[in-house]
């Protein structure tokens, strides 16, 4: 039974009882009827309407209650001229106008926030108490190589991304630069905030590819044009030198002059050489901005397969031509590309040795032309790998890391992403993706 309930069942009690006394009067003596009759009938009514006033006021406590639990911060509740019930709803009234300025601010902060977490470069990965992921900006889903549909609710460990899994060996607290996909660099840090009184987890990415790569360059730039300019300037002064020396061959006994001009051929060859050695990294230096024009990648390969078959028969090694076999034009510069698909297909000669299959694919991937280069060479150690793509870093014994560094650039400039993956033990695939970006600037 409510409470309403019980206290009207209280006063018609009280009332009957009253109106027995009543009867008894009356039985007794009726001049007292009126008066009884009077009393109890003014009795009834303020009970009534006392009732009525208690009610109002545990109506509004009701309809209060039910506002804040609906969490309706809009309404406000009409003063009733009742000095106690009137303090409680000014107390209401001044608590939700708060609880609404309150709501108000922190929609405007979350909108702010979600602004900034879309816009910003850097990439913020948000993981709830299990280690699966609850936010991922933009930024972070590119890095990932995943969208956030297919990131919410996911171990960040279960994903089969090398950064994913990078992100999960770094312990609390830890900064490092990682290695990723396509030769880009991350840089990582895994913090923790408290929430609810518990550790959550977060990692801030923030990328350093073009930045690292633009300042490699221009430091090797400078060094690389230093070297060649004291390199060029010996080099054409001591070549002159020793060409004037060869004419006084003549005067010398015909025993002595043959090993004199050998010598002197001999460090002409070699000074010769070293002149060139250093023209091939200035090579790298001079690379101009591509000249684009619409070629079909699959003629372009095609075209390049002739050339590396006689040394790829020396080697015993089979060269296969996979998928299609046109994929429409794609902008590009023919002789940059030329060169970077022609070293890196001789780089997988070089990296199988002798006896095995160096596969060529083309073939499209989320509507982009894709070449692929895949070598049964013994893949790549993890020493290796965290040099990928380092400015002239070479595994070749004497090697100097030019052909890599330069199809890097040719790569970079056209804006074409790449990337150089293996697993211990091979294969190795080396992957071009034709997009349509522009050119990055050198």
Not at 119 to 147: C, K, W, Y
Request: proline share 3%.
């Amino acid at each position: 039974m409510s409470l309403r309930a019980r206290f009207l069942a209280y006063l018609v009690v009280v009332h009957l009882l009253m109106a027995g006394v009543a009867w008894f009067v009356v039985v007794q003596n009726r001049l007292y009827l009126l008066a009884v009759e009077a009393v109890l009938a003014l009795s009834f009514l303020t009970g009534l309407a006392l009732t009525r006033r208690f009610f109002e006021s545990l109506e509004f406590v009701r309809e209060s209650a039910q506002l804040l639990e609906d969490s309706d911060f809009m309404s406000r509740v009409r003063e009733v001229k009742q000095a106690d019930v009137d303090r409680l709803i000014h107390v209401y009234n001044r608590m939700v106008d708060a609880l609404r300025g309150e709501r108000v601010q922190v929609q405007e902060q979350q909108q702010f926030l979600s602004l900034v977490l879309r816009e910003s470069p850097g990439g913020i990965v948000v993981l709830d108490f299990d280690g699966r992921v609850t936010l991922a900006n933009p930024a972070a889903e590119r890095l990932l190589q995943a969208g956030g549909e297919s990131l919410a609710g996911v171990e960040l460990g279960a994903l089969d991304r090398a950064l994913a899994r990078a992100l999960v060996a770094l312990a609390p607290g830890e900064r490092r630069v990682l290695a990723v996909w396509g030769g880009r660099r991350v840089r990582a840090l895994h913090g923790t905030f408290l929430d609810r009184g518990f550790r959550r987890s977060f990692y801030l990415l923030e990328e350093l590819t073009d930045e690292l790569r633009h300042s490699e360059k221009a430091a090797y730039e400078k060094l690389i044009r230093m070297l060649s300019h004291e390199v060029n300037n010996t080099v054409g002064a001591s070549n002159s030198l020793l060409n004037s020396c060869l004419t006084y061959g003549v005067q010398l006994h015909p025993h002595d002059r043959v090993d004199f001009e050998h010598a002197l051929e001999v460090v002409i060859a070699r000074t010769e050489q070293l002149s060139a050695f250093m023209a091939s990294f200035a090579d790298v230096v001079r690379l101009p901005m591509p000249q684009l024009a619409p070629v079909e990648p699959a003629a372009l390969v095609d075209g390049l397969l002739p050339l590396i078959r006689a040394q790829a028969e020396t080697r015993r090694i089979t060269v296969v031509r996979q998928g299609l076999g046109s994929m429409g034009d794609v902008r590009l510069d023919r002789g940059q590309m030329e060169q970077a698909l022609l070293n890196v297909m001789k780089n997988g000669l070089e990296a199988i040795g002798q006896d095995g299959t160096l596969t060529v694919r083309l073939l499209r991937r989320d509507d982009v032309a894709v070449i692929e280069v895949e070598d049964t060479g013994p893949g790549l150690s993890d020493e290796v790998r965290t040099h990928l793509f380092t400015p002239f870093f070479s595994t070749k014994e004497g090697g100097q890391g030019i052909g890599l560094t330069m199809v890097q650039e040719i790569l970079a400039g056209h804006g074409f992403p790449f990337a150089l993956e293996a697993a211990r033990g091979g294969p190795t695939t080396f992957t071009v993706m034709l997009t349509s970006r522009a050119p990055s600037a050198r």
